[in-house]
């Protein structure tokens, strides 16, 4: 009784909310949301000016358990160079669930330190995310 008190109490207020309250709802997917758990880096804060250069890998494995598969795909990587010196490390950051932003090689944490330790960084897309997409649009 007290869950069909529940549902009709829903489907009134969705029904005669006023039509401009507009409210948003992540777009989920398989449990995540579809921009990943974590946006893009806010623009305050340590800054490099230098916009990424846009690379891609053209020889990765598509299936590393199976021998006989020799297909390969291109895979989706950023570049930032500005604040490196030779002898300097390198910074490697994975975009994880979601689309490679460039904007991580501009703003963040880490750009402090780069600066700090003249690294280079280096942005690379997860497959299947982005524009990194094995077997397509799947």
Known sequence: MATRQC???SVLLVV???PGIQ??????????PTGGMVGPPQPN????SS???ELWFDFQILDHFNA???RRWSQRYFVNGEVYQPGGPIFLMLSGEAEADPAWLQYGAWIEYAKTHH???????HRF???SQPLGWV
């Open 7 to 9: 549902f009709v109490i």
């Open 51 to 53: 916009v990424p250069v």
């Open 129 to 131: 995310y982005g524009k």
């Open 45 to 48: 804060g340590p800054r490099i």
């Open 23 to 32: 409210c948003w709802i992540p777009i989920i997917l398989r449990g995540r």
């Open 119 to 125: 690294a280079f960084l280096i942005l690379l897309e």
């Open 68 to 70: 006989i598969d020799q």
């Open 16 to 18: 005669l909310s006023p």
